[in-house]
């Protein structure tokens, strides 16, 4: 069970912080954190439940969010000199059969096609769950020299896997990602690309959504279906548990070999291509949320939120519609600054309403603008992760708005980063492991890297290896020798390895 923290972080334990946690409408994370997350997207207007089975349907706040997203990515992408590509959502069954970890790996996810119209097709289609093996069939007709190398290349879309307990923006049926392929002459410029872009959603969520990740290489029982090595960066979330928010591959030739994507080299003779596959899906959603939201609901990371200000008009009926012309000519001002802003101009909603609505959106800062604040050339501003107020003359609140987000953004991080750091324990017995797993921690261990004893703790105490932190990752890269945890023999990695309970 968590302790209620306040918004610096300290812990709190009153009748008065549920109380206001009421008046949201949420239930306070401390209560029931997977009631807290399901009203916060629902509540917030990030998505709501789908007729069909298993997904979701995201609303305008949500869906600004993922283009916000989309955006900074795809200018990343670009930038290290990725193309964009295209490619149909259905695949013919025989391509996810041509690669044995592959099919064996996303069988029971698969969603099949079998007829279209009346007519039963010879061959069935799945829905994509992915997209090596299309790839692959094309690359094989485009690839002919060295010279055409490498390929690199992405897509944006969703794809179809089969979830039995569904939970928006975790785990739906259908989920909304892009993935990323490329193709090398060889295996030290395709690890490359999977080291380049694991760093590059390591700074996108460091920069960006201030949310501090663990880079790390899988173990072999949590690889990729078909890939030589998985790499991930695992966030904590306030509950303790773990949220794989992307993942690099190095696919070595596997996928070239089963769809013949090969190549002439320097030297005239014929080689199979190496190629990766990487990927952020609508998980990071999750993330943000279960990451930076308190009792009262969200707290966005002012770089992503689709608002970053919002300005409430605060009058009379007799001159209300004054009011919110003057919030409109507050907005421009800040929005000349590049500052995402919207003026809350609903009539007949008080302004405690207002105030409670946009801290359950997790609007990073709200500005008050009244007929005395007016004159007297004032406005109160707030921050979304302080209760305080501040009265400030209106020229130097918007001058300072890019400093106040980017300090808002400064603080989710440590926020984050030292609850990360609180809960990751150092652990060499194996009863202590199962009760700080219990806990709702993350227990770093050594461990033997036998897939029945990883499989074993998995049965003991519901927790997964989330990865080996990489030499250079910023959290938890220190060497060390030991020996496992359950079993007691040597470590396989060198270092401790990251268990927790994941989502």
């Given at each position: 069970m968590m302790c209620k923290m306040t918004k610096d972080g300290g812990k709190k334990d009153n009748k008065a912080q549920d109380k206001k946690a009421q008046q949201y409408g949420v239930t306070p994370q401390s209560a029931d954190f997977n009631d807290w997350y399901n009203e916060v997207v629902k509540k917030a207007d990030l998505a709501d439940n789908s007729p069909v089975a298993g997904t979701m349907v995201v609303r305008p706040y949500g869906s600004a969010l993922w283009?916000?997203?989309?955006?900074?990515?795809?200018?990343?992408?670009?930038?290290?000199?990725?193309?964009?590509?295209?490619?149909?959502?259905?695949i013919p069954m025989g391509f996810i059969m041509k690669e044995a970890d592959h099919v064996e790996g996303f069988a029971p996810e698969l969603f099949t096609v079998s007829k279209i119209g009346t007519e039963e097709l010879a061959e069935p289609y799945v829905m994509r769950p992915t997209s090596e093996t299309i790839i692959g069939h094309m690359w094989s007709g485009w690839l002919n020299s060295y010279r055409d190398l490498p390929f690199l290349h992405y897509q944006w879309g969703s794809v179809f896997r089969a979830e039995m307990r569904t939970k928006a923006f975790l785990r739906t049926s259908e989920f909304y990602w892009h993935e990323g392929h490329t193709a090398h002459a060889d295996e030290a410029e395709a690890r490359a690309e999977v080291g380049q872009m694991l760093d590059i959603y390591h700074e996108f969520c460091?920069?960006?959504?201030?949310?501090?990740?663990?880079?790390?290489?899988?173990?072999?029982?949590?690889?990729?279906?078909?890939?030589?090595?998985?790499?991930?960066?695992?966030?904590?979330?306030?509950?303790?548990?773990?949220?794989?928010?992307?993942?690099?591959?190095?696919?070595?030739?596997?996928?070239?070999?089963?769809?013949?994507?090969?190549?002439?080299?320097?030297?005239?003779?014929?080689?199979?291509?190496?190629?990766?596959?990487?990927?952020?899906?609508?998980?990071?959603?999750?993330?943000?949320?279960?990451?930076?939201?308190?009792?009262?609901?969200?707290?966005?990371?002012?770089?992503?939120?689709?608002?970053?200000?919002?300005?409430?008009?605060?009058?009379?009926?007799?001159?209300?519609?004054?009011?919110?012309?003057?919030?409109?000519?507050?907005?421009?001002?800040?929005?000349?600054?590049?500052?995402?802003?919207?003026?809350?101009?609903?009539?007949?909603?008080?302004?405690?309403?207002?105030?409670?609505?946009?801290?359950?959106?997790?609007?990073?800062?709200?500005?008050?603008?009244?007929?005395?604040?007016?004159?007297?050339?004032?406005?109160?501003?707030?921050?979304?992760?302080?209760?305080?107020?501040?009265?400030?003359?209106?020229?130097?609140?918007?001058?300072?708005?890019?400093?106040?987000?980017?300090?808002?953004?400064?603080?989710?991080?440590?926020?984050?980063?030292?609850?990360?750091?609180?809960?990751?324990?150092?652990?060499?017995?194996?009863?202590?492991?199962?009760?700080?797993?219990?806990?709702?921690?993350?227990v770093r261990a050594y461990h033997c890297g036998d897939a029945d004893c990883e499989k074993q703790i998995k049965e003991d105490t519901k927790a997964t290896t989330r990865n080996v932190p990489l030499d250079d990752a910023e959290f938890f890269a220190e060497k060390g020798e030991g020996v496992c945890v359950r079993c007691g023999k040597p470590s396989a990695y060198g270092k401790r390895v990251i268990f927790g309970r994941q989502y």
């Open positions: 283009e916000n997203i989309q955006r900074w990515l795809d200018d990343r992408f670009k930038a290290t000199g990725h193309e964009s590509l295209i490619f149909p959502t259905l460091r920069d960006v959504l201030a949310l501090p990740v663990v880079r790390g290489e899988k173990t072999a029982s949590e690889r990729f279906a078909g890939a030589v090595a998985t790499y991930s960066i695992e966030g904590m979330m306030r509950d303790g548990k773990a949220l794989q928010s992307g993942t690099s591959h190095y696919l070595g030739q596997n996928f070239s070999k089963a769809f013949d994507v090969k190549y002439q080299t320097r030297e005239q003779k014929e080689e199979y291509a190496h190629t990766t596959s990487w990927a952020i899906s609508s998980r990071i959603i999750g993330a943000i949320i279960m990451t930076h939201g308190d009792d009262f609901g969200l707290m966005m990371p002012p770089r992503i939120a689709p608002i970053q200000v919002v300005v409430i008009p605060v009058g009379r009926k007799d001159n209300f519609d004054e009011m919110c012309a003057e919030g409109e000519k507050l907005a421009q001002e800040l929005r000349a600054q590049g500052i995402r802003v919207k003026v809350d101009k609903r009539d007949g909603v008080t302004n405690g309403f207002k105030y409670n609505d946009w801290e359950l959106k997790g609007v990073p800062v709200r500005i008050e603008l009244g007929p005395r604040d007016l004159e007297s050339g004032v406005v109160v501003v707030k921050n979304r992760n302080s209760d305080e107020k501040e009265t400030l003359a209106r020229a130097d609140a918007v001058a300072g708005m890019p400093a106040r987000l980017d300090a808002i953004h400064d603080w989710l991080y440590k926020r984050a980063e030292d609850f990360m750091r609180s809960h990751t324990l150092e652990v060499d017995d194996y009863e202590t492991f199962k009760q700080k797993i219990e806990e709702g921690n993350w």
